[in-house]
């Protein structure tokens, strides 16, 4: 009898020392709660950009955030706090000025929260395109524009200062028309010239560039529209050259004996072309033979009182959408 008391005491022991032990483990269990890596940072856009909207979700496959407690601080400010406060929206600051967002997140039924740390810092970058063969007459203020088959230059700058002195320390990712172009990428790649398609009314060029260290990440994209080549007439003048500052346009008045009418292809390929481009030159729909410098045709009014129209065509002979024409009405 005596060993069976000390049975069912040993019973009762145990029993009571479970009755301890296993809330303890549940604890310890919810005290652990989720870590870290548990929550997924998402930004939309991907990177930010100086003075843009950005949104910031929170996800998590191993606990349910729309039941947790969310509290959202930048320094001591409360920006928002509630259940199920897994995204925030705001505007960006300036390039290089950080924004940095502690979200205190709390589970249901969990006696520990976990702080999470996100920094925005918005980096700016600038693409500048070019075109490399299209045609500018001297003293023409604008860019040449890009006409079907022309060549475009494209340079990625990256506006920050925490690249300091190592700027050059960038790896450039190139796009076009969202196909990544791994021949023209790399390492210290800021350029990216290619010819365009005969077949688009536009190129869209988007580059993404990163430092080696890290503290740089910017990516941008740009459009650049395909015209269509134009000829302007201009006269030029014995004594001052050519008047590029009077164009004519569709109709002119010739006063003098003689007028020398200098055609400018604007945006034509001309850059190492000039072998491959004909000028067919005609007077009142007669044919006139290709001047000796062949933009240039000069004219003698044989009487006073009537008009002459003048018709020119330009053509690459190996390119096929590199063909431009024009008529100019001239007064006598």
């Given at each position: ?108 039924d969990?006696n ?17 395109w ?10 023409y203020?604008?860019k ?46 800021d ?23 890290g ?36 109709e ?22 000039d072998?491959?481009l ?55």
């Amino acid at each position: 009898m005596l060993h069976g008391e000390k049975f069912i005491v040993l019973l009762l022991g145990l029993f009571f020392l479970s009755f301890f032990i296993l809330p303890t483990h549940r604890i310890q269990a919810l005290d652990a709660g989720i870590v870290d890596s548990d929550v997924n940072v998402d930004l939309f856009p991907e990177n930010a950009q100086p003075y843009s909207d950005m949104t910031i979700t929170l996800s998590s496959y191993a606990a349910d955030l729309n039941k947790a407690l969310i509290v959202w601080k930048n320094g001591k400010n409360t920006l928002q706090s509630g259940y199920g406060k897994t995204s925030y929206s705001f505007k960006t600051l300036a390039p290089d000025q950080a924004i940095t967002f502690k979200v205190t997140i709390t589970i249901a039924d969990a006696n520990a929260s976990l702080t999470k740390t996100i920094t925005i810092n918005p980096q700016e970058l600038d693409i500048l395109w070019e075109s490399v063969d299209g045609y500018t007459p001297p003293f023409y203020k604008g860019k040449s524009f890009v006409s079907s088959e022309g060549t475009i230059k494209a340079v990625a700058i990256p506006n920050s200062s925490t690249l300091g002195s190592s700027k050059g320390r960038v790896t450039y990712t190139w796009k076009a028309d969202n196909n990544t172009n791994l021949a023209v990428s790399g390492y210290g790649k800021d350029a990216y010239v290619f010819k365009n398609s005969n077949l688009n009314t536009s190129e869209n060029i988007s580059v993404s560039a990163s430092s080696i260290d890290g503290n740089y990440d910017a990516q941008n994209n740009v459009r650049v529209p395909i015209v269509d080549p134009k000829i302007v007439f201009y006269k030029r003048s014995p004594t001052e050259g050519v008047l590029y500052n009077n164009a004519l346009v569709d109709e002119a008045s010739i006063t003098e004996d003689e007028a020398t009418i200098v055609a400018a292809p604007y945006f034509l390929v001309t850059k190492g072309q000039d072998l491959n481009l004909t000028y067919s030159w005609q007077t009142n729909g007669q044919d006139v033979k290709t001047p000796d410098i062949k933009n240039e045709l000069t004219v003698h009014p044989t009487s006073r009182g009537g008009y002459a129209t003048i018709d020119l065509v330009i053509e690459n002979t190996v390119m096929l959408f590199q063909k431009v024409q024009a008529q100019l009405k001239l007064d006598l």
